[in-house]
C-alpha cells in the first residue's frame, strides 16, 4: 500500500507464497511447507532524492604503464538507489587519448547509503609509449542524470621518481667502490705485497 506515512525512497520487502495443508497419509505422516519466496525493491516517487559521489579511484597498470583496469567506488548519496553511468579517458602529456573505458556495463545499482566497488576495463585506443605526466577522467553520472561530475588524476610514466634515482646512485656508488677494491688488491698482488 502506498500509504501516507511511509517515507518518500527506496524500501525493501519480500514476497512470500505458500500452500495450506500437509502432504502424506496414515500413521507415518511427515509435512513439508513449501514457500516461494521474491525479494522485493520498491521506490516510493515524490520526495525521492538522487545522488552519487565517486568516493575512491584506484588503478592496476599494465606492463607498458597504462592503467589496465580501475576501480571506482561509488556511494549513491540519496534516498533511493542509483546506477552510475559513464566513461573513463587517459590522455598523454599532448592530451592525445591513449585508452577509454566504460563504467558499469553490466548496470550494477548501488543502494542507498552504500558504496559500491565497481571495476572498469580500460581498452588502449593508440599508444605512442611517450613519458611524462599522463591524466586519468572519470566523467560520471547516475541513470537519468543528464550532466556528468568529473575526476581527474595524474600520473607519471616512464620517468623516474626520486627515490629510483637515489636508489641507483647508491648502488653505482657500491660498485664503484668493490671494483676498485678489486683492482687494488689485484695491483697488490702483482706487485708480490701480497
Known amino acids: ?36 519466496v521474491s525479494l522485493l525493491y520498491l521506490k516510493k516517487l515524490g520526495g525521492d532524492i538522487y545522488g552519487l559521489r565517486l568516493s575512491s579511484l584506484q588503478t592496476k597498470n599494465s606492463r607498458g604503464g597504462l592503467p589496465a583496469q580501475v576501480t571506482l567506488g561509488f556511494k549513491a548519496t540519496g534516498n533511493v538507489y542509483v546506477i552510475p553511468r559513464g566513461y573513463i579517458e587517459v590522455t598523454d602529456p599532448a592530451d592525445k587519448l591513449v585508452s577509454k573505458g566504460v563504467i558499469n556495463t553490466a548496470s550494477s545499482p548501488v543502494m542507498q547509503g552504500t558504496t559500491e566497488q565497481l571495476v572498469t576495463l580500460m581498452q588502449t585506443v593508440h599508444d605512442t609509449g611517450r613519458t611524462g605526466r599522463y591524466k586519468i577522467t572519470v566523467y560520471y553520472r547516475y541513470d537519468g542524470a ?26 653505482g656508488v657500491i660498485l664503484l667502490a668493490l671494483m676498485y677494491k678489486v683492482l687494488q688488491m689485484r695491483r697488490l698482488h702483482r706487485a708480490g705485497k701480497l
Open 1 to 36: 500500500q502506498n500509504r501516507d506515512d511511509l517515507t518518500p525512497g527506496g524500501h525493501y520487502g519480500a514476497l512470500v507464497v505458500a500452500a495450506n495443508g500437509g502432504t502424506g497419509t496414515g500413521l507415518n505422516r511427515v509435512g513439508f511447507t513449501q514457500e516461494l
Open 146 to 171: 543528464s550532466q556528468y561530475q568529473t575526476r581527474t588524476i595524474v600520473f607519471t610514466r616512464g620517468q623516474w621518481s626520486a627515490q629510483t634515482i637515489a636508489i641507483t646512485i647508491f648502488i
